[in-house]
């Protein structure tokens, strides 16, 4: 009887360890399954966030055109212009028509524009008078829609007004 219980006992020992085995293989298959969705979703939604996953060139445009203030007297160039007033005030709206048109023509000064009513741009509003011959950009003060021609690195023309802009413009 006792060799009966020994054989028993191997048997169910045997049976436990194929069964703990088959658990181990099937704990193991359900995790890969799990990692191979997971990873199939991860592709999905990332090339769906791209657009699409060509590398494709995409051409960058480094808008030069809207300068703060503090950079007028450093621009490229021998002579240019820069137009400064608040894009914001839609009675100045015909001073950015003028630009655009200005910008079209075959000869033309480079100009440059600064908005005003950009927070970098608040130190140098004024209501009081303005400087008409400032050396630096510090001392520029600005009241109102603003053109000044710089030539060399120096002041030559002071334009104060939209009507005086526009016809400076023509």
């Given at each position: 009887?006792?060799?009966?219980n020994?054989t028993?006992k ?13 658990n ?8 890969l ?5 997971f990873?199939l ?19 960058t ?56 009513s ?10 009081k ?17 603003t ?8 002041v030559?023309?002071y ?12």
């Amino acid at each position: 009887m006792a060799k009966r219980n020994t054989t028993k006992k191997k048997k169910e020992l045997e049976v436990e360890e194929n069964v703990s085995l088959k658990n181990i293989f099937i704990v193991i298959l359900i995790v890969l399954i799990f990692l191979g969705i997971f990873y199939l979703i991860t592709v999905k939604v990332t090339d769906s966030d791209t657009g699409n996953s060509d590398d494709e060139e995409v051409e960058t445009e480094i808008q030069t055109e809207e300068i703060l203030v503090g950079s007028s007297f450093n621009r490229a160039g021998d002579e240019y212009l820069v137009v400064y007033y608040d894009k914001s005030d839609s009675a100045l709206s015909s001073i950015s028509s003028k630009i655009y048109e200005y910008r079209n023509k075959t000869e033309r000064i480079p100009l440059y524009e600064a908005d005003m009513s950009n927070v970098f741009n608040k130190e140098y509003v004024t209501d009081k008078d303005t400087n008409k011959e400032p050396k630096e950009a510090s001392e520029i003060m600005i009241n109102g829609a603003t053109l000044i021609r710089f030539k060399d690195g120096k002041v030559v023309d002071y334009i104060e007004g939209q009507d005086s802009i526009l016809d400076y413009l023509g």
